[in-house]
């Protein structure tokens, strides 16, 4: 330490500012990274506090809003956000994470674009809280978010997974194509309906 700090901290000490002994000196720091990620999941599955009657688990949401998983209701922001997407809400896909999941194929509920993610059915489960009809509230497993590097499309024509490329049909229409079997991969149906009037 510094014969200065040392000189102003006594200094204070004999005014009443700091005093000399115990911890109450020492400013309290604020809340970290691993802080706040740890608030966040208290939040999404912690005490009835934080928990909405209106939550829903991932199969049943229609928007993100109504998810009871902190991470698909407010996403973190990535460090660097994918510009073009090759996996869309409603497409099949599997899973390539080494885990519990790998090998585990679902569709897309959701395309989580700022946090690079998606959720995927009957994958990447975590804990959530509801209230169920009689007003209590009861914890589940639900479907989480997994990054979209985790993930790959499954080839219509082979059902295997692959990789995609885009192609242009007549030098206009814009189409995605598995690699190594060339089959057009066709935009969900589910894209096409509006999710509100």
């Known amino acids: 330490m510094r014969v200065t700090e040392v000189l102003l901290r006594s200094f204070s000490a004999q005014r009443g500012k700091i005093p000399r002994k115990g911890p109450e000196w020492a400013p309290r ?25 209106n939550k829903k688990i991932s199969s049943e949401i229609r928007f993100k809003s109504e998810s009871c998983v902190e991470e ?26 080494i885990g519990n999941d790998f090998g585990k194929r679902g569709k897309v509920i959701e395309v989580l674009r700022r946090s690079n993610s998606v959720v995927v059915a009957n994958a990447g489960f975590v804990k959530g809280v509801i209230f169920t009809p009689t007003g209590t509230t009861k914890e589940v497993l639900t479907e989480g978010p997994i990054h979209v590097s985790d993930v790959m499309l499954v080839c219509p024509k082979t059902k295997k997974r692959t ?14 194509v598995a690699k190594v079997s060339g089959a057009i991969i066709p935009r969900p149906d589910i894209l096409r309906v509006r999710r509100a009037a």
């Open 163 to 176: 990789k995609v490329d885009f192609k242009f049909i007549d030098g206009v229409t814009k189409v995605r």
């Open 72 to 97: 698909i209701r407010n996403p973190p922001r990535a460090e660097d956000v994918k510009h073009t997407w090759k996996v869309l809400r409603g497409d099949y896909v599997e899973v390539i994470r």
């Open 29 to 53: 720091p604020g809340p970290n990274a691993k802080q706040r990620k740890s608030h966040a999941k208290f939040r999404s599955f912690g005490p009835n506090l934080f928990a909405s009657p």
